[in-house]
């Protein structure tokens, strides 16, 4: 079993940043791909962020490309998310998955494990 803890969430101002983490514990794999994911009220779980096992790979969802960064350590076993320049459309929990086996996958089903979610809210 894996288990995934996020944190960084927080309330911000449109234009600021946050930095969320997710630390994983447990059972390891070698070569998974980890990937970040957002739900608002109301609203379909929606892929924002992957990277590959090497971190030598990265996808985004077209709204966050050029405001966010996905990066891993692995030595840590952790995931991070920097956020730039946040808008309120940004707000929602957030949560970290884990896809044994690697390959970086936009739909939330390819995903085996999951955190618990952490708030972003982004205030106008």
């Known amino acids: 079993q894996v288990q995934l803890v996020e944190s960084g969430g927080g309330l911000v101002q449109a234009g600021g940043s946050l930095r969320l983490s997710c630390a994983a514990s447990?059972?390891?794999?070698?070569?998974?791909?980890m990937g970040w994911f957002r739900q608002a009220p109301g609203k379909e779980r929606e892929f924002v962020a992957a990277?590959?096992?090497?971190?030598?790979?990265?996808y985004y969802t077209n709204s966050v490309k050029g405001r966010f960064t996905i990066s891993r350590d692995n030595i840590k076993n952790t995931v991070y998310l920097q956020m730039n320049t946040l808008k309120p459309e940004d707000t929602a929990v957030y949560y970290c998955?884990?896809?044994?086996?690697?390959?970086?996958?936009?739909?939330?089903?390819?995903?085996?494990?999951w955190g618990q979610g952490t708030q972003v809210t982004v205030s106008s």
């Open positions: 990277i590959s096992w090497s971190a030598g790979s990265t």
């Open positions: 998955a884990v896809r044994p086996g690697g390959g970086l996958r936009v739909d939330h089903h390819d995903y085996d494990y």
């Open positions: 447990g059972r390891t794999f070698i070569s998974y791909a």
